[in-house]
């Protein structure tokens, strides 16, 4: 199991020094700010099942007690987002510093085993039954980041793989890909798989995201994403103290947000259905000792848990609870295939 020292920095002063700015240059364009209806079930505010559950840096977050799910609001507009991402100073400090530094344990760690998992979702769900369930298709990575995914992901095509051919996008770097999904140009029914890691919580309309997916999809093709689940043990336990809570991220799902956002939301034509949706991670236990260490409200409030003391102050128990937190579809890290039906 990997450690979050072997992904992220310890020193944490730079990258919130760089954060702070971001949310300074959020703060001074109040104007742009909107109020959004819930981002997977379109309640608004005025329904009164929209309940404030955190304040965080200033920025307020409500929770949906129609669907579950929780998200900022009111939230910088989407053309102020967009805006954002461009110059934001704490995605470039990840570009420069953090992800060059711990490049080879996020392969290691993170991009392998998605690219498993994705392997994994191809054969279960495309065209069941058949062997190889894919042959030369065309994959599409949304919010391609650093590049780290795709620069592995390259080295497995060859003339007899799954894939033919890998495209990426994210409008927020420089040069290859600068553009976003509504700008792709490409034709509707002619990717089989979309994969979009930790993109959707960054999203102001998920649904319409997820359409524009759905388009480009050939029929029994297959998005892969993952993202915040807000049900996880650890935003569950720690709620706003949790780091995942950040202005970055505006909605925080639960396992059964795609569910509605499929059934309910999402043009029924699409045929978009949810085939799985499991919770993979691996950091929430150690993501909590962190903070019963630093917060000494965490603290007091863990140690007067009996239950949650033995677990979270035995190394063992604690690797033990994270099994069952994956297993169980507890853990806050969450990845969802969704399928187009034929
Ligand atoms: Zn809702």
């Not at 498993?116 to 919010?143: D, I, K, R, W």
């Amino acid at each position: 199991m990997f450690k979050e020292a072997d992904i992220r920095p310890n020193n944490r002063e730079e990258l919130w020094k760089e954060q702070q700015k971001d949310r300074e240059w959020l703060f001074t364009r109040r104007d742009q700010w909107v109020t959004r209806f819930c981002p997977v079930c379109r309640q608004s505010h005025l329904s009164g099942m929209q309940t404030p559950c955190w304040i965080k840096f200033g920025f307020l977050y409500f929770k949906c007690t129609n669907c579950g799910c929780a998200y900022m609001s009111p939230c910088p507009s989407e053309e102020l987002l967009a805006e954002f991402y461009k110059i934001s100073k704490n995605a470039e400090y990840w570009n420069e510093e953090i992800y060059p530094n711990t490049k080879n344990a996020r392969i290691e760690n993170i991009e392998l085993p998605r690219i498993g998992m994705m392997y994994n979702a191809v054969h279960s769900f495309y065209n069941t039954g058949e062997c190889p369930s894919l042959h030369q298709g065309t994959l599409l990575e949304v919010g391609a980041g650093y590049g780290l995914f795709g620069e592995v992901i390259k080295k497995h095509i060859n003339s007899n793989s799954m894939f033919k051919s890998y495209e990426a996008l994210d409008p927020y770097k420089a040069e290859n890909y600068k553009v976003t999904l509504e700008q792709f140009d490409y034709l509707e029914n002619s990717i089989d798989v979309i994969v979009a890691f930790e993109v959707i919580e960054h999203i102001f309309d998920p649904c319409k995201f997820l359409e524009i997916c759905g388009k480009l999809l050939k029929p029994d093709g297959l998005i892969i994403l993952t993202c915040p689940n807000v049900e996880g043990f650890d935003i569950a336990l720690l709620g706003d103290l949790s780091d995942t809570v950040d202005h970055e991220h505006i909605n925080y799902f639960t396992i059964d947000s795609f569910n509605w956002l499929c059934d309910k939301r999402i043009d029924k034509r699409l045929g978009l259905k949810v085939r799985e949706v499991t919770t993979p991670g691996q950091l929430d236990v150690e993501l909590v000792q962190k903070k019963v260490k630093e917060v000494p409200v965490v603290r007091l409030h863990v140690n007067k848990n009996p239950l949650l003391k033995q677990i979270l102050h035995d190394e063992k128990r604690a690797g033990n609870f994270q099994t069952f937190l994956r297993e169980n579809n507890m853990s806050s890290s969450m990845m969802v295939v969704i399928q187009k039906e034929e």
